[in-house]
Each structure stands twice: as C-alpha cells, then as structure tokens.
C-alpha cells in the first residue's frame, strides 16, 4: 500500500500501518544497531538499569483522550525514585501549553521542561530558516501564538493561497482533506518550494483504529513530486538534540526511548544512540505479535515491554 492511500487511516490495521513505513525507509534514518529484545513486563523491570526515561505519549501514556492504566501511578513511581522522565512525543500540532493541561487532566505531574514535542524542533527549525511566508497546515481551532514570529497563512480550498507562499509547514493534519492535499501537490509540481514537516508520524494508534498524522501527506507529496521534506521529530535527530540539552550531564548508557513504534521511536533512539524499549501491548502493535515485524524491519530494541 502506497502512502497516498491512507488518507482513510480509520481502516488501517498494524500490518497495513506497518508496511506503509518499511514502504518510506529511504527517508528514514539507517539501523545503527541491534538490540537483545529482552521480553520484560513493565518499566519498573527495567528501573535498575536506567536512569533516564523518554516516554513517547500515544501509546505509551495514552491512547487517544484516555491514558493507560496504571501508568500515571507506574510514571510517579519512578519519578519519586529519583528518575529522570521525559515526554518525547511527535505531538506537533498541539501548542505546548494543550499538552500540559492535558497530560495533567490525565493523572501525570511533569514539569513544563520535560514535555518536548516536535514542534519545538519544527520552531527552532522555522528560526533558523530564511524569512519565509509559509503556507500552514494545522488546525486553525488550536492556539498557535509560538507562531506569532513567522509569517504564516493557513492552507484551506483556495488554490491562490498556495501560489502565494514562499514554503510549506505541515503541523496538524486533522483538518487536512484529499482536495487540499491535490492543491499542495499541484502547486509542488509547478513551482517546487520549502516543504518543513513537524510531525513525522505516519499514523498514531487511538481507541479504535489510528489516525492519520503529517507524515503521511508529506511522504505522499514526497513520492507524487520528488520533493524533499525536512522532518522535525522522531525518528530524526533535532528533537534528540533538544532532550538531551534539556537533561544537561547524563548518561547515554543508563537512558532509554520508550515507545510503541519502530519507526520512530526505536530506530530514532538507537540512532541517537540510546537504549530503546518497545511496547508491545498497546498503542500500534497492540494485540498483534511484535516479533515478525521486528524481524522484517530489522530493528530490534533493547527490551520488549508487555505494557508501559
């Protein structure tokens, strides 16, 4: 299945999701190395050995609207043992101050420090980039005042829009549709700009199903145009490089990438050249054996944990 095809993500299941990723691994970055894939059952298995957690969000401290059970409890737990945790989540579309409430709501208590989304790569990368005017994709109901500095349009039906700007952000895909996905590819096509993705993600596991995220638009642009994105987030190194600013001295052997997807958050945390665990229980492998398709990408965590 072609990424241009999962516009319907509802009807996905985890072998579909899972091969449209293995479809895009030349965009992605190299196997680095192998890990032992030692079955354990939880994150307090692994306690002794690590010092520092990264913690993707879905799949991980939630699914959806709801988190998991259990693991606000489990996350305080190892918080009030002197670990360091740490959200790394591709949650671009989200301002900062959306997640905060929302992980509280949840059950969780972190610091405003210690929640790092792509979209603080994706701004520090807008910083850093010429004074563009950029065409937005993101959902124009959330607050998005971080984007105040930058010159930005939303992206809507009118094809002028897009002719207009001088790059292309692609933060939030909820309100995307098919026919403004045609416009942005067609106006690729006659004039090839800047295209800057803060949420890498292909797809994300909700209650039922999982939804399609930015990744999955840019990938299909990429494929329909020849265009290159520039990815901010998991798996790609920039949103790595701010975590570990952020812990300032630590140990890179005593820290570890939890997450529930091998194309992000394992094949991104081996390359950032941390430990790595896979949750096999929830969020995209859940009821699924995680085995096979650990063997068909080739890569393979550090430890495969039952749940978080």
Same mark, same amino acid.
């Given at each position: 299945? #072609?990424?241009?095809?999962?516009? #319907? ?271 096999? #229980? ?15 990408? #080739? ?10």
């Amino acid at each position: 299945m #072609g990424v241009s095809e999962s516009s #319907g993500c509802d009807h996905l299941n985890a072998d579909q999701a899972f091969s449209i990723y293995e479809g895009v691994r030349h965009r992605l970055p190299p196997v680095v190395r192998s890990g032992a894939c030692l079955r354990v059952p939880d994150l307090d298995a692994i306690a002794d050995d690590v010092d520092v957690f990264l913690l993707d969000a879905f799949g991980v401290l939630n699914i959806g609207e709801n988190a998991i059970a259990g693991v606000p409890e489990r996350v305080a737990g190892l918080q009030a043992a002197g670990k360091r945790v740490l959200v790394v989540s591709n949650a671009a579309g989200y301002p900062h101050t959306t997640l905060m409430e929302k992980y509280t709501r949840l059950g969780y208590n972190f610091d405003t420090d210690d929640v790092i989304t792509s979209r603080h790569a994706t701004l520090a990368g807008l910083a850093a980039a010429p004074a563009y005017k950029w065409g937005l994709m993101a959902t124009p109901e959330f607050e998005h005042r971080d984007l105040d500095p930058f010159d930005t349009v939303y992206l809507a039906e009118d094809p002028a829009v897009y002719a207009t700007v001088d790059a292309f952000l692609l933060l939030g895909s909820a309100k995307w549709t098919p026919e403004r996905q045609a416009l942005l590819v067609a106006d690729i096509r006659a004039r090839p700009r800047p295209v800057f993705v803060g949420n890498p993600d292909i797809v994300a596991p909700r209650d039922v199903g999982f939804s399609v995220e930015p990744g999955s638009f840019a990938h299909a642009l990429a494929d329909a145009t020849g265009i290159a994105p520039v990815f901010f987030g998991k798996p790609f190194g920039n949103i790595f490089d701010i975590a570990f600013a952020r812990l300032g001295e630590f140990d890179l052997a005593r820290t570890v990438m939890v997450g529930d997807s091998l194309h992000t958050d394992i094949l991104g945390g081996q390359a950032a050249g941390i430990k790595t665990a896979l949750v096999a #229980g929830y969020g995209f492998f859940a009821g699924h054996d995680v085995i096979a398709p650990i063997a068909a990408a #080739g890569i393979r965590p550090d430890y495969i944990l039952d749940r978080p």
